[in-house]
């Protein structure tokens, strides 16, 4: 099945924990349903959906009703998960593109995320995206992200403002430093 992408944000379960779900799951049933978009795809539910395809159980499903699919899975998803600050912090600044910024604060408000909180995972995303994923399954802490994606931003303004004081000064020389001609100290030395 396809999943919103709203719920693709939050990393699975391990296989330990997916498994103890599946027994759970063989021992009790599914207690709660499998909420899919009004276009078919899983809102909320992956992991139950796994969980009863390993228990052999037939999965139930209920399709969400409400005007706000997207907060709707961000908050169901933040509030059930045991997920660190920093990791709702990093679901919460890569929602940004589908969520409005009411629902966002909104969502960190409920869940006593501080604002900051988010700029950090923000800046993550926008300096060091690679490492993005890294804390939302818990691999990296926000912090440590976040130390390396200033000192990424740092540099890369550092060479941002030499390469526009080169341009100012010799227009020919930056062109060739952005063709890959020639480094950016090369560029000075000349």
């Known amino acids: 099945m396809d999943h919103h992408p709203i719920a693709d944000l939050f990393p699975m379960l391990a296989d330990d924990e997916l498994a103890d779900l599946a027994e759970d ?17 899983i809102l909320d539910g992956r992991n139950r959906l796994a969980a009863c395809e390993r228990a052999g159980v ?12 997207d907060g709707y899975a961000v908050s169901v998803n933040i509030t059930r ?4 600050k920093g990791q709702q912090a990093m679901v919460i600044a890569k929602s940004r593109a589908v ?29 060091a995206p690679d490492l ?15 130390k390396i994606a200033r000192e990424n931003k740092t540099k890369a303004e550092g060479v941002e403002a030499q390469l526009a004081r080169l341009r100012a000064e010799d227009p ?11 480094t950016l100290p090369g560029a000075w030395a000349e």
């Open 25 to 41: 799951i063989k021992q009790r049933g599914l207690l709660q349903l499998i909420v899919l978009d009004p276009q078919g795809r």
């Open 58 to 69: 037939e999965p139930e499903f209920t399709t969400y009703d409400g005007d706000d699919p």
């Open 81 to 84: 998960r045991h997920l660190t």
């Open 99 to 127: 969520l409005s910024q009411n629902t966002m604060r909104g969502i960190a408000a409920d869940q006593k995320i501080s604002a900051s909180r988010v700029a950090y995972a923000a800046t993550v995303l926008q300096h």
């Open 132 to 146: 993005a994923d890294a804390v939302t399954a818990g691999a990296m802490s926000l912090d440590e992200a976040y």
């Open 172 to 182: 020919e020389l930056a062109d060739r430093v952005v063709e890959g001609e020639l």
